[in-house]
Each structure stands twice: as C-alpha cells, then as structure tokens.
C-alpha cells in the first residue's frame, strides 16, 4: 500500500498540482477526505498558500491529473474549488444549475474517470438553491422551464418540512429537496452509465453527495 493512502497529505504536497504519480496514489476514501479537510480549512480561513500562476505553467505542461470530479451548481456563492481550497489541477468540475446530469455530464465524468483517472465523484448541492426554487414553483421561464422540470421529481419526493408550504417561500423545505435532489443525481449517475457504474462496483471510484450551506461555508457529506 502507497504511504500516501496511510499517512497524512502535507501542506507542501497539497500546495502543488497533481502529478500521474500522485494521483495513482489517491484512492477513493482519500480523494474525499482531501475534500473534506479542504473545506475545513476554507471554514477556518486557514486555506493553503498557493502560487497558482506557478501551477498553471506546471499543469500546463504537464498535463491535468485531477484526483476528484464535482458536479455542482452555477450559483456565485458555491464554487467548489474555493470551498474544498483546491488548486488549479486539482478536479474536474461540471457545472448546471441545480447540479443535474444528463448525457453530456455524464459522458464529462465518464471521460474524468475512465481516461484521466479522477478517484471520486462529488454531487454538490447547496442551500438556497434558485433552481430548486424554481422547481419549487414550478418556473416557466424558455429552457429554464426544462431544467426546473428535471429537479421535479426531488420535490414531491421531499415531505413537508416545517409545515405544508411546498413553495420556495418555506427555506426549510427548499433546502430538504435540494438534498433530495444530489441523493436523486448520485443515483441516476449509477443507474444511467455503466461506465461508471462498473467502476463503482469494482471499487476504483466513489461517488457520493454533500450539500454547501452558503451562509457557514460548510459542507456536509451524506
């Protein structure tokens, strides 16, 4: 076993871009935890000193080897690669509103871990989505009416929460079908790729969800 999969990740390792090596030593559980501690350091505001103009001209010529996918929302204030303090190399990230996947994403993460070799996929939904508010209301606004039409299934399989306001007025309730919505799109990734669905099975991928409060910053993995 890798020293990288028993020891602790240090900061001098974290603060450079992934190489084929070191990613070969990322395994599923390790790329997650890397996430994790990532956003524990945003949370402080202790994230790591980067030179990232030095990380571009690295990966740049070198070549990407990002150890972790994220499928996120647009929304301004839940970028992943600030939240989890990840440099430039360090994941791919797909990006739609309301953190869906259809055909082209999963044919993104499918390219992420089959051929380049990402450990881990991360369904990132948030707190206050719009787009889950918009499903919420059931928004009728040009290609935005599809979107929202997608996230529909999240909502009514999200109980009340904090009374029988279903709308996007009821926070509490946007929130429980925003989570609804990432356990929804971490099963349809298994379920409509076998791609990566045999790669689940056999153990070289995780995928999992986590929602991003955009008021603390923190995120919580399910």
Do not use: W
């Not at 076993?1 to 390792?13: D, E, G, I, L, Y």
């Not at 190489?19 to 949370?43: C, H, M, Y």
């Not at 040009?142 to 997608?150: E, I, M, R, S, Y």
């Not at 709308?167 to 429980?176: E, G, L, Q």
Request: net charge neutral; glycine share 8%; with cysteine.
């Amino acid at each position: 076993m890798s020293a990288c999969a028993t020891q602790p990740v240090t900061t001098a390792q974290l603060a450079v871009p992934m190489t084929k090596i070191t990613q070969s030593e990322v395994t599923p559980d390790l790329a997650i935890q890397r996430l994790k501690d990532g956003n524990a350091r945003f949370v402080s505001g202790s994230m790591l000193k980067r030179d990232l103009m030095a990380q571009a001209k690295i990966s740049g010529k070198d070549g990407q080897y990002p150890f972790v996918s994220v499928v996120s929302c647009i929304d301004s204030r839940s970028d992943p690669a600030l939240v989890f303090d990840q440099g430039i190399g360090d994941m791919f990230t797909a990006r739609v509103a309301g953190n869906i996947v259809n055909e082209d994403i999963l044919g993104s993460l499918e390219y992420a871990a089959k051929v380049a070799g990402s450990k881990a996929i991360v369904v990132l939904g948030h707190t206050h989505c719009g787009a889950v508010k918009g499903a919420c209301d059931s928004a009728v606004l040009g290609n935005l009416t599809q979107l929202v039409a997608k996230i529909a299934p999240a909502v009514k399989a999200t109980p009340d929460n904090h009374g029988t306001d279903r709308s996007s007025k009821n926070h509490h309730f946007v929130d429980a079908a925003a989570e609804m919505n990432v356990k929804m799109t971490v099963q349809a990734i298994s379920e409509k790729s076998p791609v990566l669905r045999d790669m689940i099975n056999s153990g070289q991928i995780k995928v999992i969800g986590a929602m991003h409060d955009v008021e603390t910053g923190k995120v919580e993995f399910f």
